[in-house]
């Protein structure tokens, strides 16, 4: 069974930084572009990063690009999202995905699984 | 950027009865390919979202028949065609042809 569990969610003041995992089970993570999407509250989803399965490539929403880092460790089956320079307006519930592609050469043509999403809070 | 709309953005339906939820984006979602990069979620209350349709109509291992979803380039539509008190929840459709990917607004689905 596909599991991916998300973790290290929490309150962090503004300036601050969060580092989010997304632990992989159920599957050969390696083979999987692998997301990021996120969810503010009482508000819609919002597509944050993508990362290719060897890490070699990633793609960014671009009020997170040089401050959010996605990666990933296929030895550990294990996805990351470092956050820096954290905004109240990042605060939002992060769910980790599992692309799907259609043809090989293809990123993400849509998501199959999600984790159950960790929440981070940014405020003073 | 490609933006997503879908009307209504709020459904109430009564059980039994029919429902449908409209998506369109700004830019055709037909890939070079021939399959649309267009996909259905539903996010029930306190849930994860949970892929309902995928590649514009093909439905997601163990989704009921009576979820049909249709439409090509920039109009698509998804259709309940018997609902019951399950189904409440939000609707979001979701591109994937282009970065940055993005959804629709939902369309919270509530039983009258």
């Known amino acids: 069974e596909v599991q991916l569990v998300n973790s290290g969610g929490g309150l962090v003041q503004p300036g601050g930084s969060l580092r989010l995992s997304c632990a992989a089970s159920g599957f050969t993570f390696s083979n999987y572009w692998m997301s990021w999407v996120r969810q503010a509250p009482g508000k819609g989803l919002e597509w944050v990063a993508n990362?290719?399965?060897?890490?070699?490539?990633?793609h960014y929403l671009d009020s997170v690009k040089g401050r959010f880092t996605i990666s990933r460790d296929n030895a550990e089956n294990s996805l990351f999202l470092q956050m820096r320079s954290l905004r109240a307006e990042d605060t939002a519930v992060y769910y980790c995905?599992?692309?799907?592609?259609?043809?090989?050469?293809?990123?993400?043509?849509?998501?199959?699984?999600w984790g159950q999403g960790t929440l981070v809070t940014v405020s003073s | 950027d490609i933006v997503m709309t879908q009307s209504p953005l709020s459904l109430p339906v009564t059980p039994g009865e029919p429902a449908s939820i409209s998506c369109r984006s700004s830019?055709?979602?037909?890939?070079?390919?021939?399959?649309?990069?267009l996909n259905w979620y539903l996010q029930k209350p306190g849930q994860s979202p949970q892929l309902l349709i995928y590649l514009g109509s093909h439905r997601a291992s163990g989704v009921p028949d009576r979820f049909r979803a249709s439409g090509s380039g920039t109009d698509f539509t998804l259709e309940i065609r018997r609902v019951e008190a399950g189904d409440v929840g939000v609707y979001y459709c979701?591109?994937?042809?282009?970065?940055?990917?993005?959804f629709g607004p939902g369309t919270k689905v509530e039983i009258k």
């Open positions: 995905a599992r692309g799907q592609a259609v043809l090989a050469v293809s990123a993400i043509d849509y998501f199959d699984n």
């Open positions: 990362i290719k399965q060897d890490g070699s490539e990633g």
């Open positions: 979701m591109q994937t042809l282009h970065t940055p990917l993005a």
């Open positions: 830019q055709s979602l037909l890939h070079s390919a021939g399959y649309n990069c």
